[in-house]
């Protein structure tokens, strides 16, 4: 069974900058698409960033221009770095990645999710 786990989230102050990274356990063998989502308290989740496997990536309106979402194939991994952090930021980010497990089948597949907290 594969899982995401993701690290890096916290409380910075406005301005601020974090680094959300997000890898997988356990076997896969196809990764497509590679994402971020978020989802604040009473709202839906949302979509951050994503990235094809041949590094084409789109961003939210909310967020283009301060973060950057990279991924690394070789290690199968997938980051977020958020610069000019704002309050409206804070949020439970989640990784989501559109592969093939050892099923063969390809589906979503969710991190746990990370706390970002960012202060006025």
């Known amino acids: 069974q594969v899982q995401l786990v993701e690290s890096g989230g916290g409380l910075v102050q406005a301005g601020g900058s974090l680094r959300l990274s997000c890898a997988p356990s356990?076997?896969?063998?196809?990764?497509?698409?590679m994402g971020w989502y978020r989802q604040a308290p009473g709202k839906q989740r949302e979509q951050v960033a994503t990235?094809?496997?041949?590094?084409?990536?789109n961003y939210a309106n909310s967020v283009r221009g301060r973060f950057t979402i990279s991924r690394d194939n070789a290690k199968n991994t997938v980051s977020l770095q958020m610069n000019s952090l704002k309050p409206e930021d804070t949020a439970v980010y989640y990784c989501?990645?559109?592969?093939?497990?050892?099923?063969?089948?390809?589906?979503?597949?969710w991190g746990q999710g990370t706390q970002v907290t960012v202060s006025s």
């Open positions: 989501n990645f559109y592969m093939r497990g050892s099923d063969w089948i390809w589906r979503d597949y």
């Open positions: 356990g076997r896969i063998f196809s990764i497509n698409i």
């Open positions: 990235i094809t496997s041949d590094n084409s990536t």
